[in-house]
Nanobody, 114 residues
């Protein structure tokens, strides 16, 4: 199983970015999917998650600014990030839970300038 994330970059505060992640390999189905992030000197935190039934959850700091979505047929998960703030600067990692195993993408850097 492999996860390939894309979409990071440099954006000014107030701007938008869209992260995408595709899961490939041999498996029956993907259960939970989501995005974590890790800022310099900070612990990794869960940003948003989505169940196979499209039930979503967000950390309070991104609620109403970020939207997570998934396509079960394509095994993809996306994170639309609007009104970005400098404190959103971090490496973002997608994850997927298959059976009882968690799989991780390689991380994509998001930098928000003030």
């Amino acid at each position: 199983v492999q996860l390939q994330a894309s979409g990071g970059g440099l954006v000014q505060a107030g701007g938008s970015l869209r992260l995408s992640c595709v899961v490939s390999g041999s498996f029956f189905s993907v259960n939970g999917m989501g995005w974590y992030r890790q800022a310099p000197g900070k612990q990794r935190e869960l940003v948003a998650s989505v169940t196979r039934d499209h039930i979503t959850n967000y950390v309070d700091s991104v609620r109403d600014r970020f939207t997570i979505s998934r396509d079960n047929a394509k095994n993809t998960v996306s994170l639309q990030m609007n009104n970005l703030k400098p404190e959103d600067t971090a490496v973002y990692y997608c994850y997927a839970k298959i059976m009882t195993q968690d799989y991780w993408g390689q991380g994509t850097l998001v930098t928000v300038s003030s």
